[in-house]
């Protein structure tokens, strides 16, 4: 008996869209590419060229009844009415981060998903990545110890060389872009990974002025006021037990990210690696600094360095390849569980979750009280050690 592949078609036929075709369409027998749209044309024509697939509009993938999962890869500002209009034309979706610029909107589509008993998940899908995975079963299996707290820092700057209304990523500055939203949800979803869900937060939140500080950017020196907050340092307290901090902030220089989580528990330190990717060193601490190792991957599907054999102890995060990373596994996994009639990992659930923790960190900064938690998510089911590379399919299969 052979697997019956789910078709699939494409909204958003920019950047991260080569990186999404190129695992769905090469990587995963259970998908069946159909086909791609864009508001700009030539974009989806190139992106159709070059995976062999249809150029459509978005009207006809959401006609073609051999389409059963539209991916949403448009922009933050676009996610709300490209995400609405194909569920209501009935088709499940896998949509880019965040779910929607607000929660409210994020739950208005959580809510039709639900009453129309269609699949909806959300970006990042990095935690089912070998780094995270591997993360995951060393807690699960008591490495740590007893996990206490969890710190995670992304501190980045976003400095394009062209004005923004040019710029490949116009979004980064826009409401709902910025780096708690476009960043911060690589580190809530590997964080509820590890840790399941957040009871309540609390934090700081700040509208920081950007100014452009690319010599090359006609706009250089000039300063824009965000819609958005760029700075908020949260605190977490999750349901199990574990306290977490998460700074994310728009640091306004050109440099590379310097990517951080660190899980902390009564017997270890996990040093985990940057959740952007797909995998990295994944480095433990135990017996008081004595050993001190980079271990072993336990799951496969890493990234392109890492299939390559690079050695794991000398990989710099800010030196992998983004478009050779493995965005794609969610719609896999999505597909794996409408065939097995199973949950799918990457969940609306846990990504509502994660918009409603960044904009709770929002309202407790306004407020000066606490934001209890309204939703709350299962843990996603580990994936299965043991796998390396090429097998993530049959991973996926349970
Ligand atoms: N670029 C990255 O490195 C990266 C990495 C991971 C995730 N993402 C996420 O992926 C999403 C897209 O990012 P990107 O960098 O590819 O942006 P992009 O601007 O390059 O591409 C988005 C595309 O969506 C199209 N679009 C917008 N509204 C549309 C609509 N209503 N109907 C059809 N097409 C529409 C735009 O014309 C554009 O071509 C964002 O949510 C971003 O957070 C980006």
Same mark, same amino acid.
């Given at each position: ?5 789910i078709g699939v078609g494409l909204i958003g036929s ?19 590419v159909i086909g791609c749209s864009d508001i700009?044309?030539?974009?989806s ?9 249809k150029?459509m509009t978005s009207e006809e993938i959401f006609a073609d009844p051999d389409i059963q999962i539209v991916v949403n890869t448009t922009y933050p500002k676009s996610h709300y009415a490209v995400t609405k209009a194909a569920l209501e034309a009935g088709k499940h979706v896998q949509s880019e981060k965040m779910m929607a610029v607000t929660f409210e909107e994020a739950k208005e589509l959580y809510d039709l998903a639900k009453s129309k008993n269609l699949r909806f998940g959300c970006a ?7 780094? *995270? ?20 820092? $992304? ?11 040019? &710029? ?8 709902g872009?910025? $780096? ?5 949800? *690589? ?32 706009? *250089? ?45 009564? &017997? ?47 990989? &710099? ?13 969610g719609v896999?996994?999505m597909a794996?569980a409408i ?5 799918q990992?990457c969940s609306a659930e846990?990504a509502l979750?994660?918009i ?43």
């Amino acid at each position: 008996m052979s697997i019956k592949p789910i078709g699939v078609g494409l909204i958003g036929s920019g950047a991260i869209s080569y990186t999404y075709l190129d695992n769905m369409v090469h990587r995963f027998d259970i998908l069946n590419v159909i086909g791609c749209s864009d508001i700009i044309e030539e974009r989806s024509k190139s992106r159709a060229e070059e995976f062999g697939i249809k150029q459509m509009t978005s009207e006809e993938i959401f006609a073609d009844p051999d389409i059963q999962i539209v991916v949403n890869t448009t922009y933050p500002k676009s996610h709300y009415a490209v995400t609405k209009a194909a569920l209501e034309a009935g088709k499940h979706v896998q949509s880019e981060k965040m779910m929607a610029v607000t929660f409210e909107e994020a739950k208005e589509l959580y809510d039709l998903a639900k009453s129309k008993n269609l699949r909806f998940g959300c970006a990042p899908d990095t935690f089912l990545g070998a780094g *995270y995975q591997t993360c995951r079963k060393l807690i699960d299996d008591g490495y740590v110890g007893t996990p206490l707290a969890v710190n995670a820092t $992304i501190i980045r700057g976003y400095q394009p060389a062209f004005p923004v209304a040019m &710029d490949p990523m116009p979004f980064i500055v826009g409401e709902g872009g910025t $780096i708690p939203f476009d960043m911060g949800g *690589y580190y809530i979803q590997a964080m509820q990974n590890l840790f399941g869900a957040v009871k309540r937060v609390s934090g700081f939140s700040q509208n920081r002025e950007k100014i452009f500080s690319h010599p090359k950017n006609p706009q *250089y020196k000039e300063v824009l006021k965000l819609d958005s907050p760029n700075f908020i340092q949260a605190a977490l307290e999750f349901h199990c037990g574990v306290l977490g901090t998460l700074t994310a902030c728009d640091s306004g220089f050109v440099t590379p990210e310097i990517p951080g989580m660190t899980v902390y528990g009564t &017997d270890g330190v996990l040093i985990c690696p940057d959740p952007n990717y797909y995998a990295g060193p994944v480095k433990l601490i135990r017996n008081g600094g004595k050993e001190y190792v980079t271990m072993p991957l336990t799951h496969g599907y890493s990234g392109e360095e890492v299939e390559r054999g690079v050695d794991l102890s000398k990989l &710099d995060a800010f030196r992998l390849n983004w478009q050779k990373s493995r965005r794609g596994i969610g719609v896999a996994d999505m597909a794996w569980a409408i065939t097995n009639n199973r949950p799918q990992r990457c969940s609306a659930e846990m990504a509502l979750h994660t918009i409603e923790i960044i904009h709770g960190v929002k309202t407790a900064s306004e407020t000066g009280k606490y934001y209890e938690m309204t939703t709350r998510p299962e843990q996603p089911k580990a994936l299965r050690p043991g796998f390396i590379g090429g097998a993530a399919e049959a991973v996926l299969d349970d």
